[in-house]
């Protein structure tokens, strides 16, 4: 696929004033509608010191590298993307790659937001969490709503074993309630349903998507035992 340019690097930003405005934007909005603020923010924690060491992604590198079916992915750290929706959109419809274009137009969506590089294994875990972020969201079923992200959060927890991990993205959860007064019930149900999708599942870490794109999408959920049954909020819309 052409070369598409990243709008973020690893890099955070160094004006503690423009981090704060980002932060403020999105305690008052939905952060689906603030994807730029969104990176702004995620970029400026996951990929610092300490929100390295908060999150403790090594647990969960060393929690993928025990599976025989992650653990090659980590001796290859093979670099994904950035995906081309242009050349997405001329698959046949019902496809993976056809689906996930056409979503990620209808929602306004850009899946080359954040880049960075594999370059040790934390690196390369945060390189694949933001690659593949939104492909996830379509196979899955989990909208991103902030129900849908509540549920693909509980799917990661699952899929990614960390205790630390789980930790992590639960916080998030009950964050969101908080400071945007969200439904704590539909949260911690999207949460749940998440995190029992994830178990059911067969591992997606790692998986080259690149080799499903031309893949019809269902017979690939049926493949890797995606249930998409007790979704909340509102998903991905039936066409995807």
């Not at 046949?92 to 969506?109: E, I, K, Q, S």
Request: hydrophobic fraction near 40%.
């Amino acid at each position: 696929m052409e070369t598409t340019p990243y709008q973020y690097s690893a890099k955070p930003t160094r004006n503690p004033f423009r981090y704060l405005l980002a932060v403020w934007r999105l305690m008052r909005h939905d952060p689906s509608t603030l994807l730029s603020e969104a990176a702004i923010v995620e970029i400026g924690f996951v990929n610092t010191r300490l929100g390295r060491r908060f999150a403790r992604w090594e647990q969960t590198v060393a929690h993928l590298k025990a599976d025989p079916r992650t653990a090659d992915s980590f001796e290859t750290r093979k670099s994904f993307g950035p995906i081309d929706l242009k050349e997405l959109e001329c698959l046949p419809a019902g496809t993976l790659g056809r689906v996930f274009a056409d979503h990620c137009r209808a929602r306004g969506l850009d899946p080359n937001l954040v880049h960075i590089p594999p370059s040790d294994e934390v690196g390369w875990l945060l390189h694949h969490l933001y690659a593949t972020h939104d492909i996830w969201h379509v196979f899955t079923g989990w909208g991103n709503d902030l129900p849908g992200e509540s549920g693909l959060g509980g799917f990661y927890a699952a899929q990614l074993g960390s205790p630390a991990f789980f930790g992590y993205m639960l916080s998030l959860a009950v964050l969101n309630v908080v400071m945007r007064r969200a439904n704590l019930k539909e949260v911690l149900e999207a949460f749940s349903a998440g995190y029992q999708g994830g178990i059911h599942a067969q591992p997606l870490w790692g998986m080259d998507w690149n080799d499903l794109w031309e893949r019809p999408i269902e017979e690939s959920r049926a493949r890797y035992c995606i249930d998409r049954s007790a979704i909340v909020g509102e998903g991905v819309r039936a066409a995807a």
